[in-house]
């Protein structure tokens, strides 16, 4: 294929380039220098970094934010409907915590969180984002009214880029309004005798922390945590966001750590990270983040958000899962969940996205397939043992848990070996397909994938199969077994008889050999007046119990009449009985070799096709 494509564009461009010569970058838009306008971000001073020598062993607490930050960076906005459906489904997920809107930005907001208010199992939390302004503080807090569980979270920008050229305030000034923010949702909500019927929790996020100097960080959240009086049983929740990605991840979770430890009364604080996807490096950034103290994690389905979106809920958690860690959110049904998110977000999961996308399990390289379907094999007799750890070649997470079927992993294209055809055909038709089988067969499939131009579907390849080995004399049958029989004559001789019928003409066959198949060779030999022999047998059970059939893979090798050289075909033959499919397997070949026109039709069959 691949010398077909280099003869197909030289035949394009009326000539071959032997050479390519060197080529020298322009830099027509980027600078060749980039220091002189962008800086490396610098780490806070850590004197001991514990966060390396850590491992995640438990799952941190998850807040959802795809209808406020997911749906505010949507094109167009979900509907209050699409909005319904995606709140059920984040119930259903297991999110208990879910930051369901702004209320105080618009009717529609303040209306759907009230529906969520209403709406919500008692063990989950609704949160609502809100700016740190006394109005549409009041306004949020009504929004929340009644409600079991809920959080205001309130925000400032902190960095000194936003704090200099957006809102020109000082520290001092920023310190002032967080505290007195605080104060006032204290006022309407934990200390409000007429709201003790919800459990109110509070959330300040230093906006920018990734870009915040930490040692101010630290102390805006001292100024916030004393006005707020937390508890242990209700620790104040800090976020610190990566609103945009600054630094590598390491740098991040220096961050986190600085913090965690250098905050007073840790023990009454909930540190959330919630990482924006800039340079790619937002899953790395929130696992660091967990490793360096990190309790909590904000994001969305699918890393839905603005810019180049949020942290991926769904890659982090499954991520922990893979490595024997229960991160208490269920994704049983992927596809589901990915139908809801393309549905209601209107922005389609990648197909390579990390667990929930289409390819993310399915392999087309030969060499690839080749390595799972041993796996598979290899995965079997160990399960028989009782050992059910997971150990897959290319597979990190067994698709079963997350609801694909086995019949995903493995499609079929023209760069596909032998073992990725080999596969679809034991899970559509229960074959394990000898090895020298499998090579005869990927050209063909390889032949009928280059013909197309596309990949092949599973039921195409089943039905390629069947075509091309006459699985059980579905396809061609001109020579139809009618009965036989075999008698032993000694203990090296086997003596076949019976009755074929070849175009409505019931003709005897009689052979001699060593067992069973060798005979009914010699006598299908003596029928069509060539020299057959088998080259390749192979056989195995299919199912178990009362319900188990035979499978027989016969390789027939014959002469040519053209140049008197050595044939060969395959055929596939299934019964009840090891020994009829055998018979079975043998006859399929032979009407398979017929059916080519290497071997004409008995002569008895030509008679009667004459005589009619």
Not at 109 to 125: G, H, I, K, S
Not at 150 to 165: C, G, N, P, V
Not at 333 to 356: F, H, L, Q, W
Not at 540 to 554: D, E, L, N, Y
Request: with cysteine; aromatic share 8%; hydrophobic share 35%.
């Amino acid at each position: 294929m691949v010398k077909r494509t280099i003869v197909a564009l030289a035949e394009q461009t009326g000539r071959i380039s032997k050479t390519i010569p060197p080529f020298k970058l322009g830099y027509k838009n980027m600078l060749k220098d980039p220091s002189v306008k962008y800086r490396a971000f610098p780490a806070p001073k850590m004197t001991e970094r514990k966060w390396p020598n850590n491992t995640i062993t438990k799952a941190p607490r998850w807040l959802s934010t795809d209808l406020r930050d997911g749906n505010q960076s949507l094109p167009d906005p979900m509907t209050v409907e699409q909005k319904k459906e995606y709140f059920h489904k984040l119930v259903e997920i297991g999110f208990k915590e879910i930051e369901v809107a702004f209320p105080s930005a618009s009717q529609t907001d303040f209306d759907f969180t009230r529906y969520a208010v209403e709406n919500a199992p008692e063990d989950v939390t609704i949160q609502a984002l809100v700016q740190s302004r006394e109005h549409l503080i009041k306004r949020t807090v009504e929004s929340l009214q009644g409600a079991k569980r809920a959080t205001i979270h309130t925000y400032l920008a902190t960095s000194d880029m936003f704090r200099e050229i957006v809102f020109n305030m000082s520290q001092e000034e920023a310190i002032s309004k967080a505290v007195e923010a605080t104060k006032l949702v204290r006022k309407l909500t934990k200390d409000d005798p007429s709201q003790q019927a919800t459990h109110w929790s509070y959330e300040f996020s230093p906006e920018c922390f990734s870009d915040t100097p930490t040692e101010f960080a630290v102390k805006i959240c001292e100024a916030v945590k004393a006005a707020w009086e937390p508890t242990v049983e209700n620790p104040i929740i800090f976020n610190l966001p990566a609103t945009v990605e600054q630094a590598t991840p390491n740098i991040y979770a220096d961050q986190i750590e600085y913090f965690a430890t250098h905050i007073s009364e840790r023990e009454k604080v909930c540190i959330s990270t919630h990482c924006h996807n800039d340079r790619g490096s937002a899953v790395a950034a929130t696992e660091l983040g967990i490793l360096a103290g990190a309790d909590r994690v904000e994001g969305c389905v699918f890393g839905n958000g603005e810019r180049t979106g949020n942290v991926d809920l769904v890659t982090v958690a499954l991520n922990m899962y893979t490595q024997g860690v229960t991160p208490n959110l269920d994704f049983s049904d992927i596809t589901s969940i990915v139908e809801v998110s393309e549905r209601c977000n209107k922005i389609p999961v990648s197909p390579r996205a990390p667990y929930g996308g289409d390819l993310v399990v399915c392999a087309f390289s030969g060499s690839h397939q080749d390595a799972i379907k041993k796996g598979f094999a290899l995965q079997e007799k160990k399960r028989k043992n009782g050992d059910h750890q997971w150990r897959i070649p290319y597979l990190p997470l067994d698709p079963k848990d997350i609801g694909r079927d086995y019949e995903a992993v493995i499609r079929v294209n023209s760069q596909s070996g032998k073992g990725g055809a080999a596969w679809i055909i034991l899970r559509s038709l229960g074959l394990d397909v000898p090895r020298n089988m499998q090579i005869d067969f990927s050209s063909a499939v390889q032949n009928s994938a280059d013909g197309l131009g596309r990949e092949l579907r599973a039921e195409e390849i089943t039905n390629l199969f069947k075509e091309t080995y006459n699985y059980n004399n579905e396809s061609h049958r001109y020579i139809t077994l009618l009965n036989y029989n075999v008698e032993r004559k000694d203990n090296e001789r086997r003596v076949l008889t019976g009755q074929v019928e070849i175009n409505d003409v019931v003709v005897p066959i009689n052979g001699v050999g060593n067992g069973p198949v060798s005979s009914i060779v010699d006598a299908l030999s003596n029928l069509v007046g060539f020299k057959l022999s088998v080259e390749h047998y192979s056989e195995h059970a299919i199912g178990s119990g009362t319900s188990t059939k035979a499978a027989s893979f016969v390789q027939l090798r014959y002469l040519r009449d053209e140049d008197n050289g050595a044939a060969f075909k395959w055929g596939v033959g299934l019964a009840d009985d090891v020994g009829d499919s055998s018979v079975q397997a043998i006859l399929a070949t032979l009407n398979n070799v017929i059916e080519s026109g290497e071997i004409p039709v008995p002569n008895v069959a030509k008679k009667a096709k004459a005589s009619a």
